[in-house]
């Protein structure tokens, strides 16, 4: 009898794989779809009303995209997070917030691109990249994923405009422990963590 029930779960296992496997798939799918119609209405307006309950994310959405943290930097949730995740893991919650800010900042404002994969690439093609790890020559791959599960949630939040902009509308950042020349050129906003965020004087930026 034992032996029966045995073989009667490693069966109910193996049938239930590939319908788990469909159903992740069928959320990320979900979850990129969303993230694209989000990203274009957040480059189209600067209206700080959180996405209808219908068109957000969900948390088990978000978090069926990229699962191993390897998948190619092509749509919008993979690179907003990728992007929090190396900028600010192993800092606290509230600095990969507020990098989620500056990227959303950055989406359709003049002199930045209108996609969030376009945001975070920027630079790339003159080796001038407005977030360095996108080009350091580095494995772009995750490597823990208590953190990056963690960026997966604030990407969603930020998708979703359901996230505070505590960087009071900042487009660039720098780690407080430097003071780098650049700076100079700008407003700050805020510190936030171990970051310092600012703004241009007037409306243009790049």
Request: glycine share 6%.
């Amino acid at each position: 009898m034992r032996l029966y029930w045995i073989a009667t779960c490693v069966a109910m296992m193996l049938l239930a794989g590939p319908a788990i496997a469909a159903d992740q798939q069928q959320k990320q799918q979900a979850a990129e779809n969303k993230a694209e119609v989000l990203e274009q209405k957040a480059a189209q307006s600067n209206s700080p009303a959180p996405a209808p309950k219908a068109d957000a994310i969900t948390q088990s959405e978000v978090q069926a995209v990229d699962p191993a943290g390897a998948a190619p930097l092509d749509d919008a949730i993979t690179c907003l997070a990728r992007s929090i995740y190396w900028e600010a893991k192993g800092k606290d919650s509230v600095d990969m917030e507020a990098v989620a800010n500056v990227v959303m900042n950055r989406l359709g404002h003049e002199g930045f691109p209108d996609t969030v994969c376009g945001v975070v690439k920027q630079g790339s093609e003159t080796k001038s990249c407005q977030f360095s790890w996108w080009c350091d020559g580095r494995s772009d791959s995750v490597q823990e994923e208590v953190p990056y599960a963690l960026a997966k949630e604030i990407a969603r939040k930020a998708l979703n405009k359901q996230l505070p902009d505590r960087t009071r509308g900042a487009l660039y950042f720098h780690d407080r422990t430097v003071k780098p020349d650049w700076a100079r050129k700008y407003t700050k906003t805020a510190d936030i963590g171990l970051f310092r965020f600012y703004k241009p004087h007037g409306k243009s930026a790049k």
